[in-house]
């Protein structure tokens, strides 16, 4: 139908409210590797960095009467950036809306903060569309978070980059990681903060026996070792650790098992960067990349929920919005993807390393 052929339109704020932050399930990361912006319009411009904390400016000094030194601020880089709007909608039929009203009929009084049974529908509707946005946005993410031409070379650490691969299950994983954050701070003056693991590599964390050994210490079954990605993150040198799981699956009829199932992030990956965890993003904050996003124009919300009728008024038509562009604004980062595996007399690059390659900072 088209766009033109409806009439009653309103925002649902109440179901925007409840719809922010719902996950149903799904393990979304891509607003922790990448920390949301807010660019206040569609279009905008935002810094990308380097190794400006680092530089050795000569002079500084200043002689009574003289002009105060000058630093060139196009050092830093800018960028000219656009956010895209996504959005989905669904209908919900006048029928299963007069159902769900003579339900709460039914029902008596509806508890104070309690959504009555159409509103409840309009939300998981409005849910299940909201997760659809979260999908594109994660998908943007791990090609980001994951595009190993996203990190310098030497960074790179697995088969075809700079350096050679990290076997997160051997043994010496903490002074690796203590070497690759020193040498990320080295480069970019930012030593990484957060590490984003595909599944693969958080179970060989967990099986590594250095690892295993710091965490029990003297426990025994009954005095157990309090176990946690917390504790991880703490023996790692970074102040968060973050696991990718999140999945696509194929479009089935209700109740029918998918036929397959797609992780949307590399489980044989892991990526180690700067994220400025804990500290509010802009678009001058030094990080690896960012969710840039605004509100949805004539609201005070970033996922805007609105519903509007068809003109025969037999489809109540719910619609979800959301604005947001996921950009790299420095490289302060390091990969880590496959390692060799040996199979038979030779070795090679093993066969689940096609990791995704996504742009470059503009």
Known sequence: MA?????????????????????WG???????????????????????RGNEGLQDVSGGERALGADTAHVDHTQVGTAEGALAEYAFETSYDYRLINADNVAD????????????????????????????????????????GFGTANYVSSLWYGTGGGSAVVDFAASGIIRKFAEVRYAVAQLFGQEPDLLVLGNTKYLDLWANAEILARITGGANNTNPAKVNDELLAGMLGVAKIVTAKAF???????????????????????????????????????????????DVPETAVRQDVRTYTSLNGKLEHIEVTEFFKIAQTMKAGAIFTTKPQTTGSGTRADSRARVPRGGTIP
């Open 3 to 23: 766009v033109t052929e409806i009439t009653n339109r309103q925002t649902q704020a109440v179901i925007a409210g409840h719809v922010a932050g719902v996950n």
């Open 105 to 144: 009929m039914l029902r008596g009084a509806t508890p104070a903060g309690t959504l009555s049974t159409a509103d409840s529908r309009r939300l998981g509707n409005a849910t299940n569309l909201d997760r659809k946005i979260m999908i594109l946005k994660e998908k943007a993410a791990a090609l980001l």
């Open 248 to 294: 696509t699956q194929p479009v089935t009829a209700a109740g029918v098992a998918p036929a397959s199932s797609t992780p949307i992030w590399t489980a044989t990956s892991a990526a180690l960067v700067y994220s400025g965890v804990g500290q509010t993003a802009d678009l001058h904050s030094p990080a690896f990349g960012k969710t840039f996003y605004m």
């Open 26 to 48: 799904q393990q979304f990361i891509a607003e922790e590797m990448f920390p949301p912006a807010n660019t206040y319009g569609e279009k905008f411009i935002y810094e990308t």
